[in-house]
């Protein structure tokens, strides 16, 4: 036998993974940098033939054959379970005849260096972004990618420095600002990261199915639920982040009882007679104006308070003009990728995009995005393609705009006169014009009001 224990030894402090294979393909010996790599262990492998590893499934395919076969070195990269990527060379060894004596593997992880590599293309990608529009992009763990301008940096890094503190968020925004997104990713920077992230829309349904979504129920609470019961979301938040959108939603009786789980720390599900108790950190999001909904009485005071221990506002869109740019960029890229199309932007459409007001924020700008690379007949896509709401409104003219403002005066003094002096007739007279003028004139304020 050729590998005796020093030789063994010297091949076990190796960090590379070795396999050694003889010319008929049977497996001689291996080191541990082998076995630690791929999970396979030496007992149970020294002896067999590589046709039989790989049958086996120990491997996927087997370099010490394709050695055998080609008679010549060949190296793959091996996929060993889901994600460990191994670097397999394996070179012959000749005997005096010119036989085949040996195959030796060498086996390297190549895994983190991959991850590297890909850090260090996203790095390179985010630092050109940052160049072009002083912007930066943030990959969260499931590789979305986000673009964060000057205006909006500034909730990104009080959200990520709060994230850590148990202290309750109020993200606050018009709808499709971000709001979701930016609880997400308190929670990754949480304490609470390895946790759940359980999410309601508390505008989404009725009440009474709201309360029985929340705080769970019991066997036969009501008619309809489930025989076995069912958990609530504050309970399967536990040691995680709930994150309730559209609070400005919750009805009042439900405030009060959220009001109660946040003082208490624990509840009774619907239908039930114990409490459970439970530990989250809670994130609630709304594009209401909180303190107009608690001068209405529509929201409770004390509960704005206790959620809102630090408010965060994301502002609309319009006001992160920086950001529409590379939002488009990486859109097209992102439904590039999705329809495998190659689009691009004329320059003008980035232009008259930069200036218009996104009443739906960064969705509509998707939605737009994505039904444009759908619909593009050429990979250009100019401002022709653009729906009319989108295109920008030709500037109006300095004579157009006097008239427009002498209009607007004359009409405040005719409705003024009419509401002082109770008549058209009597108001003409005041003002010194035939009352079929005034008539006529009002008859066409009404007609372009339609
Ligand atoms: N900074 C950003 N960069 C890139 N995409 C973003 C960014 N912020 C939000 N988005 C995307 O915009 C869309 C809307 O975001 P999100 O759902 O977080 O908004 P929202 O304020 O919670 O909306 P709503 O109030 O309607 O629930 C999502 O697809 C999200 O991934």
């Avoid at 010319?23 to 007992?43: F, H, P, Q």
């Avoid at 005034?438 to 304020?445: E, G, N, S």
Wanted: hydrophobic share 40%; proline share 3%.
């Amino acid at each position: 036998m050729l590998f005796d224990k020093n030789l063994q030894r010297v091949i076990d402090a190796l960090s590379d993974g070795v396999y050694i294979t003889d010319g008929n393909g049977i497996t001689v010996t291996m080191n541990k940098a082998y076995e630690r790599m791929t999970g396979l262990s030496k007992r149970h492998l020294i002896g067999l033939h590589m046709s039989e590893v790989v049958k086996a499934g120990y491997i996927s395919r087997s370099v010490s054959l394709e050695v055998l076969k080609e008679l010549s070195a060949v190296t793959i990269i091996q996929t060993i379970g889901d994600d460990h990527k191994i670097f397999v060379s394996g070179t012959p060894m000749f005997d005096e005849q010119g036989r085949i004596e040996y195959v030796v593997t060498t086996a390297r992880d190549i895994t983190e260096l991959l991850k590297a590599k890909h850090k260090e293309e996203q790095l390179d990608q985010l630092l050109k972004l940052k160049e072009l529009y002083g912007t930066s992009a943030v990959s969260g763990d499931n590789q979305e990618t986000f673009i964060i301008s000057r205006n909006t940096k500034a909730c990104y890094d009080l959200a990520k420095k709060v994230a850590t503190s148990n202290a309750k968020i109020l993200i606050q925004g018009e709808t499709g600002t971000g709001k979701t997104l930016l609880a997400n990713t308190i929670h990754k920077y949480s304490k609470a990261c390895d946790g759940p992230f359980i999410e309601l829309n508390c505008a989404a349904m009725p009440e009474s199915l709201l309360e029985a979504e929340l705080f769970g129920y019991m066997p036969g609470a009501f008619t309809g639920a489930s025989a076995k019961g069912r958990i609530g979301l504050l309970e399967a938040a536990n040691n995680g982040t709930l994150f309730l959108d559209e609070i400005g939603d919750l009805p009042l009786s439900l405030q009060v009882k959220l009001l109660k789980v946040i003082a208490e720390n624990r509840f009774i599900p619907v239908g039930g007679t114990d409490f459970k108790s439970v530990n989250f950190r809670l994130i609630s999001a709304t594009h209401h104006d909180l303190k107009n909904l608690v001068d209405s009485k529509l929201f409770r005071e004390d509960l704005l308070y206790r959620l809102s221990v630090v408010p965060i506002t994301l502002p609309p869109l319009r006001d992160r003009n920086d950001e529409i740019a590379p939002l488009l960029e990486h859109y097209i890229q992102h439904f590039n990728s999705v329809y495998e199309l190659d689009c691009h932007w004329h320059q003008d459409v980035i232009e008259q995009l930069s200036h218009y007001d996104w009443p739906g924020n960064i969705r509509e700008l998707i939605n737009l995005t994505e039904r444009l690379v759908v619909t593009a007949d050429q990979s250009l896509i100019t401002v022709e393609q653009l729906p009319a709401e989108f295109k920008l409104k030709a500037p109006i003219s300095e004579k157009r705009l006097l008239k427009l403002q002498v209009e607007a005066l004359e009409r405040r003094l005719i409705d003024e006169a009419i509401k002082e002096f109770g008549t058209t007739r009597s108001a003409a007279n005041v003002l010194g014009i035939d009352q079929s003028t005034l008539v006529k004139k009002q008859k066409r304020w009404r007609q372009d009001e339609r």
